[in-house]
């Protein structure tokens, strides 16, 4: 069983920064994709970044692409997305996921556990 438990949300004006943070607990051994997902209000939850921890490779959505950055602190068990100059159609809870053998990264049933998520608001 692994646990995931997100942070670093808030309130930020357009143009802005927020660092996000998941931390995660429990089998990590056996995940091999941790993402970032969000979901807008009736919007479908779509795939923001992907960090496979094995590899150190990284995938992004197109509408982050250069604006948003996924890292990980290996000693920390946590992973962060760093998000700079932000729009209003970041607004968003997002989420973090992780799965033991994923291969698409943006597709959601691909992940096994989900955290609750944190609130993005643009102003």
């Known amino acids: 069983e692994v646990q995931l438990v997100e942070s670093g949300g808030g309130s930020v004006q357009a143009g802005g920064s927020l660092r996000l943070s998941c931390v995660v607990s429990?089998?990590?051994?056996?995940?091999?994709?941790i993402s970032w997902f969000r979901q807008a209000p009736g919007k479908e939850r779509e795939g923001v970044a992907a960090l496979y921890p094995g590899t150190g490779t990284t995938y992004y959505g197109d509408s982050v692409k250069g604006r948003f950055t996924i890292s990980q602190d290996v000693a920390k068990n946590t992973v962060f997305l760093q998000m700079n100059t932000l729009k209003p159609e970041d607004n968003a809870t997002y989420h973090c996921?992780?799965?033991?053998?994923?291969?698409?990264?943006?597709?959601?049933?691909?992940?096994?556990?989900w955290g609750p998520g944190t609130q993005v608001t643009i102003s």
């Open positions: 996921a992780a799965g033991r053998r994923v291969l698409m990264w943006l597709g959601r049933w691909e992940y096994e556990y």
């Open positions: 429990g089998n990590t051994a056996s995940i091999n994709c």
